[in-house]
């Protein structure tokens, strides 16, 4: 049996794109996650002030996202994209333990979903 990871990734995306342009960004990064595991997505703001400006922006895009997998190789591809792309002001990408899974009350659900999905694609 495999075992299974928890991620959660915040993007910090430009405040220069429109709504539509941020949202096909974030679904192109939860299509080339999908095929890892499932993904949720937690929270989007707009125009949101860090606490220090993030390459000169004083404001940003910020979005937090739910990801489970077995496959390492997921977090490196994800990384590389957000590499690539210049609307990515920055990123970071936390794995979960157990624990940290369980506190947050939509995690512990999300968690079931992910364990029921991997049960599913192994056997």
Known sequence: MQLVRFYEINIFLDPSLNESSYRAKIDSYIKGLSKYGPIKIVDIKTRFEPAYPIKKKQL???????FS?????AVEE???QFLIDENVLRF???K?????VLKLNEKSEFEEKA?????????
Do not use: A, D
């Not at 940003?60 to 739910?66: D, K, N, Q, Y």
């Open 60 to 66: 940003v895009t910020w979005c937090s996202l739910l």
């Open 69 to 73: 997998t077995v496959y390492g190789q």
């Open 78 to 80: 994800i990384k590389k």
């Open 92 to 94: 970071l990408i936390v």
């Open 96 to 100: 979960l333990s157990k624990k940290e």
């Open 115 to 123: 364990i029921s999905y991997w049960k599913e694609t192994v056997n």
